[in-house]
């Protein structure tokens, strides 16, 4: 990935013992001598390559599976808001029938990538989106569906869960299909769409608590729906001003416009650990950084484009998504509590500094080879979080601009964790030994800091309370310009006010999605013995 002999010798340093770990794109298509993606998931939306013909059409239908197919196929995962289609049971004058609706078209991708997938070296992976307001949402969270290889969640807006608050209806609604710009102008934007006093029809008031009963239930059964704020994500969006997200990738840490892709990798906190001092090495942390997002704007130039509008969309943002692994095992070899105010309190050190250092990189990135190309510099200082930055670090952006107007993303580096030899993401470690099965067979693991001294100070998922959970979770937000992917892990007998505990808590502590699992509610996924010392995790 170095553009120089000196590069490479830099990349390399932070690579060879695990400071850095690129994402499993990157890992296995860089060098390979493949002409490949290195972007490990994408959104698309339903979209017809010929606009005369609608984006909620048979033609649109058709190329967003094309489109879906050909990621998948190269092994991205793939993120669609089905939103675009019209409700099941409403007229088509084209053919003077009827549409099978949303729903019906998702169960039709869902098996399509899971035959696709028989032939390729990666399992499918995708997520589906329906927004709150779309006619067909019940049908969508009702908890007796499922999908084999998609995750799938619901789009919430502030407006719902107002409503939801205030214990009131909620009006499902969608544009008038009959109207003379349908075809030329509905993109699934339902806001964009009313604000241009285009017309809607109302199908029906249901209330806001019903739609959310079912979620929960999906939720407790299943693990799924989970919940996105994506009213938040836009609203909360560093480009606010040049793009409309309108889904999160598969595992949920970013969400994306149509055409939009995740360029991951992760720095490993644990392997800045210093035991003498009992506390990171933070200049070897700050350097590390500061080389990843050096090699993951890199990774835009060198990646092969899936299509034109793809590479397009990320060479004018320039997305990168510059996460990190190894927390838990920070927090244990510092004596600290998963979940506790010192946890906290810890994430507040660690991730502030990540963030600075992030993106002043980018802005010397910025004078070295140009601010991205869809850079406005005012309306970019606008954004929620840029408000947050430090006044030196708004005023080097004001100065000199920025190369990548994303940096900051949290994936759950669930395998290239394994390869790093340290917990996942954020999240606490799931036990103390579990049964990992992959494409390369079974393995009992057991995490290396159970045994020793640390042993003490380290607790489990279940050990750590919902409450803790969703802090740690919002906590790491603040100081993340894109989402989280983060599971909130729940006892086999947890309850729907678990869950509606999670969600709301989610919400009120500003996260922007959230997704909850309860032991034994899936099989071969996580499962928990009676023993409570083997879990299964399946990849």
């Known amino acids: 990935m170095g553009r120089t002999p000196e590069e490479r010798e830099d990349f390399l340093s932070i690579l ?12 296995s298509g860089a060098g390979a001598g493949q002409q490949v993606t290195y972007y490990n998931c994408f959104v698309i939306g339903v979209r017809a390559r010929d606009m005369t ?3 909620d059409s048979r033609h649109g239908i058709m190329d967003t599976l094309s489109d879906m197919v050909e990621i998948t196929a190269r092994g991205g995962g793939v993120g669609v808001n089905w939103s675009t289609l019209r409700p099941s049971g409403s007229y088509i004058q084209g053919v003077h029938g009827n549409s099978s609706g949303a729903n019906s078209w998702m169960r039709g991708a869902d098996g399509l990538a899971d035959q696709i997938r028989q032939g390729g070296s990666r399992t499918a992976a995708l ?57 030329r102008l509905w993109d699934g ?21 019903r739609i959310w009963m079912e979620m929960l239930d999906g939720a407790h059964r299943t693990g799924s729906p989970g919940v996105v704020f994506l ?47 009992r506390d990171l090495r933070w200049d070897a942390l700050g350097r590390a950084v500061r080389l990843a997002v050096r090699f993951l704007d890199n990774v835009i130039d060198l990646s092969v484009d899936i299509n034109q509008e793809i590479g397009d969309i990320q060479r004018q943002i320039r997305r990168v998504g510059l996460g990190t692994m190894g927390l838990a095992d920070v927090m244990i070899l510092s004596g600290v509590r998963y979940g506790s105010a010192e946890s906290l309190a810890l994430i507040d050190h660690i991730y502030s500094f990540i963030r600075d250092q992030a993106y002043l990189a980018s802005v010397d990135l910025a004078v070295e080879r140009g601010s991205a190309p869809a850079l406005d510099v005012d309306k970019y200082l606008q954004a929620h979080f840029i408000r947050t930055l430090p006044n030196e670090v708004k005023t080097a952006i004001r100065a000199n601009g920025i190369r990548n107007l994303q940096l900051l993303t949290q994936a759950p580096t669930g395998t ?13 470690v799931f036990s103390k030994k579990y049964l990992r099965r992959d494409a390369t067979g079974e393995h009992y693991m057991t995490h290396p800091l159970f045994e020793g001294v640390c042993g003490q100070h380290l607790v489990t998922a279940s050990q750590v309370s919902i409450e803790e959970h969703v802090r740690v979770q919002a906590k790491v937000q603040e100081y993340l310009d894109s989402s989280i992917s983060k599971t909130i892990n729940l006892p086999t007998d947890s309850t729907l006010d678990d869950i509606d505990e999670a969600y709301r808590l989610a919400y009120d502590l500003g996260c922007k999605g959230v997704t909850v699992y309860r032991n034994g509610s899936l099989d071969d996924v996580l499962y928990e013995g009676d023993s409570g010392e083997c879990e299964v995790c399946s990849v």
């Open 16 to 27: 060879q013992d695990f400071q850095f770990v690129p994402s499993g794109r990157i890992l």
């Open 53 to 55: 013909k609608g984006n």
């Open 127 to 183: 997520m589906f989106m329906l927004e709150d307001w779309h006619p067909d949402i019940l049908e969508f969270v009702n908890p007796e569906r499922r999908f084999e290889r998609a995750n799938f969640s619901v789009g919430v807006s502030d407006r719902f869960m107002q409503a939801l608050e205030n214990d009131e209806d909620w009006t499902l609604i969608f544009p008038d299909t009959s109207h003379e710009l349908y075809d």
């Open 189 to 209: 934007n339902i806001r964009k769409w009313v604000e241009s006093g285009l017309p809607v029809k109302e199908y029906a008031r249901v209330p806001a608590r």
């Open 231 to 277: 009213e938040r994500c836009n609203k909360r969006s560093n480009t606010w001003f040049a793009e409309e997200l309108i889904c999160m990738n598969p595992c949920g840490e970013q969400s994306l416009p149509a055409g939009g892709s995740c360029n991951l990798g992760s720095i490993n906190l644990a392997a800045f650990w210093d035991p003498t001092r």
């Open 416 to 428: 290239t964790s394994i390869l790093a030899g340290v917990s996942s993401g954020i999240e606490p």
